[in-house]
């Protein structure tokens, strides 16, 4: 089946320094990726999606300028968080879909939990 | 998105059915109902999704009233490895962005 691959699962990083997290698409094609951020005990949130070739959209109260995404190419997108804070640290997860539109469930990477000290 | 109303949480015994419900009493002609679970610090994964008919897979299987207002997950024979947060999700069939909008889902515990 899909898989798609997430690094890293997990990282610690100074507060103020910038932090990238890769999402890969690794026997599919995926114009489109999604990323969440999930906080402890709390329910997934979407924050952006991603598309190929284009800029992202980004879901209302997400700071784009913050959280950067770039998706050059069919299999690879990546999330930078910017000048991380420790209420940055979070479980990200991306996501994207292999099938046709509206058709066909969606994979999740296996997340990238983010600590800011 | 149109929104779903699923249990906080529910308890099942180890090789015992186990039915998740949903209540979606908005849901649009286009919507798809999906499912996915969530093992404590993994990723989704994707369990069913159906439109109007019932659908069964390796996994589980998907009971959807039929005036769409409400659906049922079905896990024929819980195991402890089904422990998880089941979540039910309308996607929309329409526009160019298919994104899902998770809700808070329902915690499945099962008992030994």
């Known amino acids: 089946g899909a898989v798609v691959s997430q690094h890293p699962s997990w990282v610690i990083c100074k507060s103020g320094t910038s932090v990238k997290i890769e999402c890969r698409s690794l026997?599919?094609?995926?114009?489109?990726m999604f990323w969440y951020r999930q906080f402890p005990k709390q329910s997934l949130m979407l924050m952006a999606t991603?598309?190929?070739?284009?800029?992202?959209?980004?879901e209302q109260g997400v700071e784009k300028d913050k959280f950067l995404i770039n998706h050059a190419s069919l299999t690879l997108s990546t999330l930078t968080v910017t000048s991380a804070h420790p209420e940055d640290s979070s479980f990200y997860i991306c996501?994207?879909?292999?099938?046709?539109?509206?058709?066909?469930?969606?994979?999740f990477g296996s997340g990238t939990r983010l600590t800011v000290v | 998105d149109a929104k779903t109303t699923q249990p906080n949480s529910m308890e099942s015994n180890e090789e015992e059915p186990v039915h998740l419900p949903c209540n979606h009493s908005?849901?649009?002609?286009?919507?798809?109902i999906h499912w996915y679970r969530q093992l404590p610090s993994q990723g989704p994964e994707y369990v069913i999704h159906?439109?109007?008919s019932n659908v069964n897979n390796r996994m589980a299987s998907l009971a959807i009233a039929e005036d769409r207002k409400s659906s049922t997950l079905i896990l024929h024979r819980a195991t402890l490895r089904d422990a998880a947060v089941y979540y039910c999700?309308?996607?929309?069939?329409?526009?160019?962005?298919?994104?899902?909008?998770f809700g808070k889902g329902t915690l499945l515990t099962v008992n030994p």
């Open positions: 908005t849901i649009s002609g286009t919507d798809y």
């Open positions: 026997d599919f094609q995926a114009t489109t």
């Open positions: 996501s994207a879909r292999d099938g046709p539109r509206g058709v066909g469930g969606y994979t």
């Open positions: 159906g439109l109007t």
């Open positions: 991603s598309n190929e070739g284009s800029k992202a959209t980004y």
């Open positions: 999700i309308l996607r929309y069939s329409g526009g160019s962005n298919y994104k899902l909008t």
